[in-house]
């Protein structure tokens, strides 16, 4: 039997939606429900201090978020794997992000944020220095990290393997063989 190709291994893979529970395949996307700053307020308190929707959250007033793709090209393919995360802005640049979300074609940015999420297996990465590229069409933005020699901002830049994925699925909870 031929060995199958980077593209056949992830289309190979199948899992149930957590939504609707329908059958799907090939790659999902790991991401995080909340900025990590939030956890920093306690619980009693959020709903007091933060103003949280799906895409956007204010804390406090002073602390801006955006929800962003973060997305690491997979070598030997077309594709990529794609974290959702938080990143900040300031207020200026949020209220911006806001007022031009619908706009099919934004003239701004991109913008400097930190990103303001743990992504395991990696070592730290809160606020890595990044930008966000906003894509307009109601696309939440591309976070881009700073290059460094941070493990994350190395494989964003240079690619990972399937292997790779398999065991960023595996840390967070999935048992995922490609």
């Known amino acids: 039997m031929a060995e199958l190709t980077p593209r056949q291994r992830i289309q190979s893979i199948r899992y149930a939606c957590s939504c609707c529970g329908s059958d799907r395949q090939g790659l999902f996307a790991l991401y995080k429900p909340l ?3 939030i956890f920093d307020v306690p619980e009693s308190e959020r709903a007091e201090r933060a103003w949280i929707s799906s895409d956007l959250c204010a804390l ?3 602390q801006f978020f955006v ?11 077309d594709e990529a794997f794609e974290f ?19 706009n099919p074609a934004p003239a701004f940015g991109p913008f400097f944020s930190w990103l303001n999420s743990t992504l395991r297996p990696y070592p730290e990465t809160f606020n890595m220095p990044s930008e966000l590229h906003f894509r307009g069409d109601n696309l939440r933005p591309l976070m881009r990290l700073h290059l460094s020699d941070h493990p994350l901002a190395l494989d964003q830049h240079n690619g990972v393997t399937l292997e790779r994925i398999a065991e960023i699925y595996r840390t967070w909870g999935h048992d995922i063989i490609l």
């Open 60 to 62: 406090d007033t002073a």
């Open 67 to 77: 929800r962003a793709v973060l997305s690491l090209p997979i070598l030997e393919t």
């Open 35 to 37: 900025p990590d700053s």
């Open 84 to 102: 959702g995360v938080w990143g900040t802005l300031k207020q200026e640049n949020f209220q911006t992000y806001v007022n031009e979300f619908h």
